[in-house]
């Protein structure tokens, strides 16, 4: 989405610091992310600290966003496609801010899980993780490169996700039905699981506001993308 | 519902005896009951494609409709046996300065209906009372008829303007700008009007206001070096436009 051109230049700087701020806050949530599977996997507390205190700018962020958006809208008024690309940064903007307290959850159960011997089921995660975070970086790819091809593709990858989440849910309900010490443990990875899926179905949501900023179609919710 | 109570059919027109055209082949059919929004930039014919439809530009010399047809009611205005005064009783216009007369503010409604000849004092009352009341200025005159229109604030004035179109109970109503010299407020009561006469007129506005146009009218034409770029359902025009163009004007990249 071009947010320049106009003849306002102020209109233009504006646009443009909406969606820069917007590609910020998705490179900020995305590390997070990236960071708290980081001290999970590699035993290490200091980053799943690092993400709680990050967030922070995460949502500090978010709130900069909204009120640049809001004063975008009443100083410019703007239409059609400056208008759909103000509303479709809300909303990708609120969408990221849950990755990254998702982010912050998986970060705290990690540190829990820590605390206890490892295990080797840990890496039942993989699949999951690793599939959310394309669908993570393709919808923040489609938003910086207004590519509604990327983001159908976002859409397309949401099935197999599921798949790996069931999968890897099965495994450790499977563990926690068995006799163990590491219960609460396995019951932690099940949360975990969950919170990457959600990362997923967030990617997914901002795909369909880049499909909306883009076309100016609704898809979401079974809605079809027409030419 | 008419859907096509106005039609215009490959409307050429010229200021200089069709030396050159200010517009160009303009096709499109204007609804009933509904407001429909003649935007574009300055010099783009809006305002000349406006004053077509009640043959104002009849009162200039060298202007010249050039080809094509305009048809109100299936009623081709250019006939020989319309006459476009009749016409201007069915088409009324509100200018972008209001302009009352220097009279009262009852002889101003009640003027269009004395000219038509209409002398009964009862039926002057009850038009001047219907018209104020329709444009939303009875109470606020109710108890100075009167006095002087010039009296009244400068929306006051517009609205004032806009009983007196109505009083003679016109099928369609040209606005050329009609809230551009009118605050904020003024201009809310003028677009609340608007919304409301729509039921009862058919109601065609030029305005520079984009945000007029986007809250105020049901359909808008996106008009461009006499041309017609694009004309669609306001919600399309300025959500989703087809044109780049239209969306170049609309977002303000155009020029």
Redesign the interface.
């Known amino acids: 989405m071009d947010t320049q051109?106009?003849?306002?230049t102020e209109?233009n700087e504006a646009l443009t610091a909406v969606k820069d701020n917007t590609v910020a806050i998705g490179i900020l949530a995305q590390k997070n992310v990236e960071n708290a599977f980081a001290g999970l996997m590699q035993r290490d507390v200091s980053l799943c600290n690092q993400v709680i205190a990050d967030d922070e700018e995460v949502d500090q962020l978010e709130m900069q966003i909204d009120n640049d958006s809001l004063q975008v809208m009443a100083k410019?008024?703007?239409?059609?496609?400056?208008?759909?690309l103000v509303i479709a940064s809300m909303k990708i903007t609120h969408n990221l801010e849950r990755v990254s307290d998702h982010a912050v959850s998986i970060a705290k159960r990690a540190r829990k899980i820590l605390k206890g011997e490892e295990i080797d089921e840990i890496s039942f995660l993989e699949p999951s993780y690793k599939h959310a975070m394309i669908m993570l970086n393709t919808a923040l790819s489609s938003y910086v490169e207004s590519s509604t091809e990327k983001a159908l593709t976002v859409l397309t990858m949401d099935e197999k996700l599921n798949e790996y989440h069931k999968k890897a849910t099965k495994a450790y309900t499977k563990k926690l039905e068995d006799p163990c010490d590491n219960h609460k443990t396995y019951l932690n990875l099940v949360f975990i699981n969950r919170w990457i899926e959600r990362v997923g179905d967030l990617s997914t949501n901002i795909a369909e506001d880049v499909i909306f900023m883009e076309s100016?179609q609704d898809v979401r919710h079974g809605g079809e993308l027409e030419d | 519902m008419n859907s096509k109570l106005i039609q215009l059919e490959d409307l050429g027109f010229s200021y200089d005896l069709g030396k050159t055209e200010t517009i160009k082949g303009v096709t499109l059919d204007i609804p009933a009951n509904q407001v429909t929004a003649f935007i574009g930039p300055s010099g783009c014919g809006k305002s000349t494609l406006l004053r077509c439809l009640n043959r104002m530009n009849d009162l200039i010399d060298t202007a010249k409709i050039t080809r094509g047809t305009i048809k109100i009611l299936g009623q081709d205005i250019h006939a020989s046996d319309v006459d476009s005064i009749e016409l201007r009783k069915h088409v009324g216009m509100v200018f972008q300065k209001y302009n009352p007369f220097p009279k009262s503010i009852y002889d101003n409604v009640a003027y269009g209906l004395r000219i038509q000849g209409e002398k009964n004092k009862s039926t002057l009352d009850e038009a001047v009372e219907r018209s104020l009341r329709g444009s939303a200025l009875w109470d606020e005159v109710k108890d100075r008829l009167k006095t002087s229109a010039l009296g009244l604030s400068g929306g006051q004035q517009q609205r004032l303007c806009i009983a007196r179109t109505i009083a003679v109970q016109p099928k369609v109503i040209l606005m050329d700008e009609p809230c551009s010299a009118l605050d904020p407020i003024a201009t809310a009561k003028v677009e609340e009007l608007i919304t409301e006469l729509r039921k009862e007129y058919t109601i065609v506005i030029v305005t520079h206001s984009m945000q007029q146009a986007s809250r105020i009218s049901d359909r808008t034409a996106f008009f461009y070096l006499g041309e017609v770029v694009e004309y669609n359902t306001t919600e399309t025009i300025f959500q989703n436009p087809s044109q780049q163009q239209t969306e170049d004007y609309i977002s303000g990249r155009f020029g």
């Open positions: 051109g106009h003849i306002s209109f410019y008024r703007p239409f059609a496609s400056d208008l759909r100016a």
